[in-house]
């Protein structure tokens, strides 16, 4: 399993930026695919993170409301969409995936590298 993550870049307060992770090397029809992040200094954070079967979504509080996370099992292509961006969502992100909700949320089975965020005030 391969994921690659792409889209990250420099952005004002309150702007937007969109992430993509291309997703290869398996089947992703039942799966959870999500996205992390990790700050200077802190621990990596759940962020989000779908069912690519029927599409169930969990968010983290600290992003609620401002990121939204997608998939395309046409083109095995996982997105988050952020809006309304803080310095502090300056980070590297991360896609990743896991068997399930429990495992993508703990111990995620892959890891996509990372891709740099940085929110400028």
């Known amino acids: 399993v391969q994921l690659q993550a792409s889209g990250g870049g420099l952005v004002q307060t309150g702007g937007s930026l969109s992430l993509s992770c291309s997703a290869s090397g398996s089947r992703f029809s039942r799966v959870v695919m999500g996205w992390y992040r990790q700050a200077p200094g802190k621990e990596r954070e759940f962020l989000s993170g779908?069912?690519?079967?029927?599409?169930?979504?969990s968010y983290a509080d600290s992003v609620k409301g401002r990121f939204t996370i997608s998939w395309d099992d046409m083109k095995n292509m996982l997105y988050l969409e952020m809006n309304s961006l803080k310095p502090e969502d300056t980070a590297v992100y991360y896609c990743?995936?896991?068997?399930?909700?429990?495992?993508?949320?703990?111990?995620?089975?892959?890891w996509g590298q990372g891709t740099q965020v940085t929110v400028s005030s």
């Open positions: 990743a995936a896991g068997g399930n909700f429990a495992v993508l949320m703990t111990r995620p089975n892959f």
């Open positions: 779908i069912s690519t079967s029927g599409g169930t979504t």
